[in-house]
């Protein structure tokens, strides 16, 4: 049962322009939101987060999008770089409960070509 | 430098022979967890750790075991590992109050 969906498997777009990540979540008790990157023989590392109080996040080049009614969160990236290139997993947790608490979705390559 | 290291990278064994995964953080993090990524199910929680002495399962734990006998350690064994956890591992930590993990740079195991 997953609770955290990610339907595109990879998704490719040229330099310079914007990158669309989509999620979407099936538990409303979900209330904490993180996009997690993952280079290719490496861990994935944090990149960005959102409390379901709010339904917007950015950090340079990066936002990330909540809307709660739909239950579903994207992740843009403006402007897309070579080096942006990485599978992107979106994560979701409860915190009210600190066990079990965070699930991932099956994450996006994305492929930023020059 | 603060993280998470895994022990080993990669690693070939036998069906039924027992092993164990080392993990260790020295960030003084008080949850830790495993997780296995397999393709098309994304990253899913083994077992995890709110601190010293304290587990519990996570969503799929059937065929591993852990122990938190000290704050920075958290290793994962397969008394007797089978074709099917063949994947890639990943320990993460995190400070109570903190929601995003640090996570180790992977186990690739292969059980022939």
């Known amino acids: 049962d997953q609770q955290v969906k990610q339907n595109s498997p990879s998704l490719s777009v040229q330099e310079g322009r914007i990158s669309i990540l989509n999620c979407d979540y099936t538990?409303?008790?979900?209330?904490?939101f993180l996009w997690y990157k993952k280079y290719p023989a490496e861990g994935p590392t944090f990149l960005i987060s959102i409390s379901s109080i709010k339904d917007k996040n950015e950090d340079g080049r990066f936002t990330v999008f909540l809307n709660k009614s739909a239950k579903h969160l994207s992740l843009h990236i403006v402007p897309s770089q070579p080096g942006d290139s990485a599978v992107y997993f979106c994560a979701a947790s409860v915190r009210l409960y600190n066990n079990n608490d965070m699930r991932f979705g099956a994450g996006t390559r994305l492929t930023v070509k020059p | 430098e603060a993280q998470v290291t895994q022990n080993p990278r990669y690693l070939i064994t036998v069906t039924g022979k027992k092993l164990t995964v080392t993990c260790s953080q020295n960030m003084n993090h008080e949850y830790m967890s495993w997780y296995r990524q397999d393709p098309g199910l994304g990253l899913r929680q083994i077992y995890y750790?709110?601190?010293?002495?304290?587990?519990d399962k996570g969503d799929v734990p059937e065929g591993y075991k852990v122990s938190r006998k000290e704050k920075r350690n958290f290793p994962l064994i397969l008394e007797s590992p089978s074709p099917n956890q063949t994947s890639l591992y990943f320990c993460?930590?995190?400070?109570?109050?903190?929601?995003?993990?640090?996570f180790g740079s992977g186990t690739r195991l292969t059980v022939v």
């Open positions: 993460a930590s995190r400070a109570s109050g903190n929601y995003g993990y640090t």
């Open positions: 750790s709110m601190n010293v002495e304290v587990t």
């Open positions: 538990n409303s008790m979900f209330d904490y």
